[in-house]
């Protein structure tokens, strides 16, 4: 505690009672933060519990709507990302910030370039780049194209380039999410490295074995709310997940009743193959099951299942609908099969972001509409039906689908796909960046959808869904899968074991994406 | 007209929404311009003589809105009229000596100029669609294409319709039911139709989807390929009936029939309101846009004060001037 005392003089970085409001919504609440030099500080919680906004407010990019904070002892207001990274304080986005077309000593250097006279001084630019590549112990051509490197690779330029922007403090937002285990090694080291130079580091993650190799302290938000910082050395991993969700699972979940075993088989894919990413796969759903998909990020989960509706190329493999072997070629052939799939990518692949509610709705069941026109008073009332049952809170029915919180869009996105009446529903990742109370309430569709006999397989990278939810779960590792659990082995450490190949069928060869 | 009404009432009721009617505005700003300049601006006469001029690039202007607004674009389309055109008066000039100086002619040659532009819409469409390079890079390409076919086929000069056949198709450029003409009567037909496919069916939904986002439209089962084609065929269409009330105006076509078509249809539908990046379309703004272009060259006709040779100068401007009075709307509703 005394060592704290002392260290607590010298932070470089210390915010005080910081809260942030969108709009009406509260997402921070009177939040303190500090990093020392030297240390990593994890920052753990569960998605939306407010951490990508913290970083963002350490960086400049978002204000706080009110609360101070301090570089070096000094308070300063962080009006932008710009005035961030003079103040030395860099943030390396989970999207890279990297200009594709660009090579990599253009990218370090850009917006700070290197002039002698009024050209550009391109030997010294070089000759720095290929020192701070060096000094990061990777072979990286100063000349290549950032398109043509690795994801990896990619990391390690924004590294570089936060250093030679002189970082003191560098903060990395899931940075391991798309790294394989030995580019994850590399980064461990380069941190270590980084430490020993005094650059405080803040390392956003919710893989807790990640925190406890590279973590000094930890600060752990939920909800929005600050509950603890202290040593990594005095929390258990255990303690950190309770203290990260912080209720009993049992509220946040419905009371399931157990499944008949001799319910029938709606779906069964054999041996599915998806080129470059999925691996002879296979997997059985019954009548009014919830089956789970759990893996790591970049696993071959969601590939496999837009594969299954007809999204992706697959290379081989045959899939039955109630024992008949079916030809699905586009995501109408999985419709008219009455199989839905909810996609993870709300923005990109989900919703129309400006246009407005009912032509969102209505826009994959749209033949329903109509033969040859368009039937728009039938779309209204099915908006209306939709706005209730799904409790989608809208003030004006003619807004458009961005302006909608992230909860509201997925409940819309969810009556999007349920206007097809499905059978068979994929659900992506569902919860991802959405509110607490929102959540409960998809679980609770979930289950309602369940009762009401349909089918659903559930891709989710939060543990505590996929156990709190499924009747059984599907485990993939690397693009084949390693596991099928139900009844008491649903539970983390198993399936954690399953997907990181600890356990399950060994197959070290990675498919070369 | 009561939609119109409709979004008048409503932007009344908001604050000043330059977005849903400033094409009107700007409209009727032009025509008491026109009226101040001379009095024989809004006489039937001109107003007549006006319309039927702006049927052309009205009717071309159609079909770029279906493709502006699922987020393509056709560069090709002023020399692709020259091209149907060139065909048209070769084919017609062939039939002659077979099926003789009548209606039959014509008609075989108005059925195969559509059939050309069907195909060359459909040329354009597949090769965006299917080879996956930019529509810009691909009517560029046709657009060059199409010149030079008309050049090469005129031999550099001019194709002239036999003089038997245009006094018999004079008519569909120059005659008028109740007093309309021909080639307004088309522009009139093709613009409801636009509307209504545009607005009312499921392939025009699949327009505004596909020009807001492709991956949203492909991840709600909408053919992202047939639908984008079939946009440009619409267009390849739209031109054939341009080119069969153009050809008739002056009996020819040659190297420089059409030149510049494709920036006035543009044009019409920026000044319409359609946005340029696709996912917004409005088949009643590109009328109007048609319609302002040509006016915007019969006032400068009918006055002295500004020289007719710098109608370039004010079409450009006023385009500028149409798109920003769009975007200060779109920024304040932020």
Redesign the interface.
Known sequence: MDGNRQDQNKTILRVKGINKAFGSIQVLFGIDFDVRPGEVHALLGENGAGKSTLVKILSGYLQPTSGTIDVAGRSIELTDSSVGEDQGIVLIHQEFNLAEQLTVEENIFLGREAFRSCFLDKRLMQARSRELLQELQCDIDPDTRVQDLSVSDKQMVEIAKAISRDARVLIMDEPTAVLTTKEVKVLFRLINELKRTGVGIVYISHKLDEIEAIADRVTILRDGHHITTDRTDNLKPDDMARLMVGRGLNDMFPERPPLGGDADVVLKVDNLSVPGHVMDASLELHKGEVLGFAGLIGAGRTALMEAIVG?RERSGGKIFRHGQEACIR???D??DLRMA?L?K?RK????????QLR?NLT??A??QY?R???DEERESKALSKAIEEFDIRVGDVSATAGTLSGGNQQKLLLA?IMQIDPEVIIIDEPTRGIDVGTKHQIYMFINELTRQGKSLILISSEMQEIIGLCDRVVVMRSGFVTGTLSGDEIEEHEIMRYATGLKGVERDDRISA | MTELVRSMTTAMRFDFDFKTYGPFLALLALIILGTLVNPAFVSEANMTNMLTRSAFIGIIAVGATFVITAGGIDLSVGSMAAFIAGIMIIIMNTLLGTLGVGWLTILTGMALSVVIGFAAGMINGLVTTRGKIEAFIVTLGTMGIYRSLVTYFADGGTLSLDFSIREIYRPIYYDAVLGIPYPVLAFALVAVAGYVVLNKTRFGRHCFAIGSNEHVAKYSAIHVNRVKTLTYVLQGICVSIATIIYVPRLGSASASTGVLWELEAIAAVIIGGTVLKGGYGRIWGTVVGAIMLTMIGNILNLTDAISNYLNGTVQGAIIIVAVLLQRGNWRRKK
């Open positions: 999204l586009s995501l109408g999985a419709s799939y996609t990518d990109g692949c989900g919703l129309l972001m400006q246009m032509p826009l994959l749209l033949d109509g040859y026109l368009i999007k």
